[in-house]
């Protein structure tokens, strides 16, 4: 998370941005209370909730500032540490050359506009006429997409 100093004049301070109904908190022990179900949760429910498309927002329980954005980040790190990694060293090397580079905005909504194609697809993986899946056809098309991208600022995979 930047400094304080290091924010933009212009952007909201994300605790002041109107919380979802669901509010989970965390507290100094670490520990996740889900004020939705009085309950305290592990990241793996945390998950669930995800996968379950529920809105949903962790605050800290003393300052009340979100750490949504964290805690996703955390349990992308869990799912990578564990089983088959979605995300190679390369793809993470170039994922940290944007941060500071005049083209991150444009990165990141990249990289969200195309996972939320692919969310919106949702496309039974069946095998098509040549023997290939829509899937495959699709993650081919959005290779080429990227690696075009990349090129443009002298970065190859």
């Not at 979100?66 to 793809?91: D, H, K, Y």
């Not at 083209?103 to 939320?116: A, F, R």
């Amino acid at each position: 998370m930047p400094p304080k100093s290091a924010a933009k004049p212009d952007a909201k301070p994300e605790a002041a941005t109107k919380l979802p109904d669901r509010v989970i908190k965390k507290y100094p022990n670490r520990r996740l209370y889900d004020t939705h179900t009085s309950t305290y949760i592990t990241l793996a429910e945390i998950k669930q909730l995800v996968m379950q498309h529920e809105v949903f927002a962790v605050v800290d329980a003393k300052t009340s500032e979100n750490l949504t954005r964290s805690i996703l980040l955390q349990i992308i790190l869990e799912e990578e540490a564990n089983g088959s990694p979605m995300f190679t060293v390369p793809v993470l090397s170039n994922i940290i050359r944007f941060y500071g580079h005049a083209m991150q905005g444009l990165m990141g909504g990249y990289i969200e506009k195309n996972i939320q194609t692919l969310m919106d697809l949702q496309v039974p993986l069946v095998p098509n006429v040549l023997g290939t899946t829509v899937f495959t056809q699709m993650q081919e098309q959005m290779q080429k997409q990227t690696e075009q991208f990349l090129g443009t600022f002298g970065i190859k995979r």
